[in-house]
Protein backbone atom coordinates (compact mmCIF):
# COMPACT_ATOMS: atom_id res chain seq x y z
CA UNK A 1 0.00 0.00 0.00
CA UNK A 2 1.82 3.39 -1.02
CA UNK A 3 -1.11 5.93 0.39
CA UNK A 4 -2.82 5.79 3.15
CA UNK A 5 -5.43 8.02 4.36
CA UNK A 6 -6.87 9.01 7.79
CA UNK A 7 -9.13 11.82 9.44
CA UNK A 8 -12.61 10.50 8.37
CA UNK A 9 -15.00 10.48 11.34
CA UNK A 10 -18.61 11.83 11.82
CA UNK A 11 -19.35 15.40 12.24
CA UNK A 12 -22.14 17.88 12.45
CA UNK A 13 -22.92 20.44 9.89
CA UNK A 14 -20.73 23.33 10.05
CA UNK A 15 -17.70 21.15 11.55
CA UNK A 16 -14.52 20.52 10.48
CA UNK A 17 -11.95 17.61 9.76
CA UNK A 18 -8.45 17.40 8.77
CA UNK A 19 -7.72 14.16 6.40
CA UNK A 20 -4.27 13.06 5.43
CA UNK A 21 -2.59 11.16 2.86
CA UNK A 22 0.59 9.90 3.96
CA UNK A 23 2.62 8.26 0.79
CA UNK A 24 6.00 7.19 0.11
CA UNK A 25 8.32 9.32 -1.59
CA UNK A 26 8.27 6.90 -4.96
CA UNK A 27 4.77 8.58 -5.45
CA UNK A 28 5.52 11.57 -4.39
CA UNK A 29 7.57 13.82 -6.26
CA UNK A 30 7.02 14.53 -9.35
CA UNK A 31 4.04 13.11 -9.18
CA UNK A 32 0.11 15.00 -9.71
CA UNK A 33 -1.82 14.40 -6.75
CA UNK A 34 -5.44 14.79 -5.40
CA UNK A 35 -8.09 14.46 -3.33
CA UNK A 36 -11.48 12.73 -4.49
CA UNK A 37 -14.45 11.66 -2.93
CA UNK A 38 -17.64 9.21 -3.73
CA UNK A 39 -20.99 9.15 -2.36
CA UNK A 40 -23.37 5.98 -2.14
CA UNK A 41 -24.84 5.50 -5.80
CA UNK A 42 -22.87 8.44 -7.35
CA UNK A 43 -19.41 8.59 -9.36
CA UNK A 44 -16.34 9.27 -7.80
CA UNK A 45 -15.61 13.16 -8.60
CA UNK A 46 -12.15 15.02 -7.89
CA UNK A 47 -12.50 17.69 -5.49
CA UNK A 48 -8.93 18.61 -5.44
CA UNK A 49 -5.77 18.21 -7.66
CA UNK A 50 -2.46 19.58 -7.61
CA UNK A 51 1.15 18.24 -7.93
CA UNK A 52 4.45 18.39 -5.64
CA UNK A 53 5.92 21.25 -7.54
CA UNK A 54 3.19 23.66 -7.34
CA UNK A 55 3.13 24.08 -11.06
CA UNK A 56 -0.18 25.09 -11.56
CA UNK A 57 -1.60 25.72 -8.03
CA UNK A 58 -4.44 23.57 -6.79
CA UNK A 59 -7.85 23.10 -8.59
CA UNK A 60 -10.98 22.90 -7.12
CA UNK A 61 -14.18 21.50 -7.49
CA UNK A 62 -17.03 24.52 -7.35
CA UNK A 63 -18.41 22.30 -4.88
CA UNK A 64 -16.17 22.45 -1.89
CA UNK A 65 -14.04 25.87 -3.17
CA UNK A 66 -13.44 28.25 -0.49
CA UNK A 67 -14.28 25.83 2.40
CA UNK A 68 -11.92 22.91 1.46
CA UNK A 69 -8.23 23.57 1.52
CA UNK A 70 -5.34 21.19 -0.23
CA UNK A 71 -1.71 21.42 1.67
CA UNK A 72 0.85 19.20 1.62
CA UNK A 73 4.52 18.58 3.71
CA UNK A 74 7.10 17.78 0.65
CA UNK A 75 9.59 16.94 3.07
CA UNK A 76 7.21 13.96 4.97
CA UNK A 77 5.61 13.13 1.74
CA UNK A 78 2.25 13.87 2.52
CA UNK A 79 -0.80 15.95 1.61
CA UNK A 80 -3.73 16.98 3.61
CA UNK A 81 -7.23 18.37 3.12
CA UNK A 82 -8.71 20.65 5.63
CA UNK A 83 -12.89 20.42 5.34
CA UNK A 84 -14.51 23.83 7.19
CA UNK A 85 -18.31 24.47 7.14
CA UNK A 86 -19.07 20.65 6.39
CA UNK A 87 -22.56 20.20 4.94
CA UNK A 88 -24.15 16.97 4.80
CA UNK A 89 -24.03 16.75 0.82
CA UNK A 90 -20.33 16.51 1.93
CA UNK A 91 -20.70 12.99 3.21
CA UNK A 92 -18.82 10.41 1.31
CA UNK A 93 -16.05 8.12 1.24
CA UNK A 94 -12.88 10.45 0.71
CA UNK A 95 -9.44 8.88 -1.10
CA UNK A 96 -6.15 10.20 -2.47
CA UNK A 97 -4.62 9.68 -5.12
CA UNK A 98 -1.32 10.24 -7.20
CA UNK A 99 0.04 9.44 -10.67
CA UNK A 100 3.12 10.43 -12.56
CA UNK A 101 1.51 11.98 -15.57
CA UNK A 102 4.89 13.31 -16.88
CA UNK A 103 4.16 16.75 -18.71
CA UNK A 104 0.65 16.94 -18.30
CA UNK A 105 -0.48 19.36 -16.01
CA UNK A 106 -2.27 18.54 -12.70
CA UNK A 107 -5.18 21.06 -13.05
CA UNK A 108 -9.38 19.77 -13.02
CA UNK A 109 -9.15 19.02 -16.63
CA UNK A 110 -7.27 15.30 -15.11
CA UNK A 111 -9.85 12.65 -15.28
CA UNK A 112 -10.22 10.24 -12.40
CA UNK A 113 -9.38 7.43 -14.72
CA UNK A 114 -6.11 9.60 -14.86
CA UNK A 115 -5.00 8.36 -11.64
CA UNK A 116 -3.42 5.05 -10.97
CA UNK A 117 -2.00 5.25 -7.02
CA UNK A 118 -5.08 5.06 -4.45
CA UNK A 119 -5.53 5.16 -0.75
CA UNK A 120 -7.94 2.46 0.75
CA UNK A 121 -10.10 5.29 1.61
CA UNK A 122 -11.58 7.21 4.74
CA UNK A 123 -15.21 7.46 5.69
CA UNK A 124 -16.50 11.52 6.03
CA UNK A 125 -20.22 10.91 7.47
CA UNK A 126 -21.77 14.56 7.99
CA UNK A 127 -25.44 14.79 9.81
Do not use: H
Not at 18 to 43: D, H, I
Not at 48 to 63: K, L, M, N, P, Q
Not at 87 to 101: H, R, W
Request: charged share 20%; proline share 2%.
Amino acid sequence: VQLVESGGDAVQAGGSLRLSCKTSRRVYSGYCMGWFRQAPGKQREAIAITDSDDRDGVSYAASVKGRFTFSKDNAENIFYLQMNSLKPEDTATYYCASQNLGARRCTSKLEVTDFGVWGQGTQVTVS
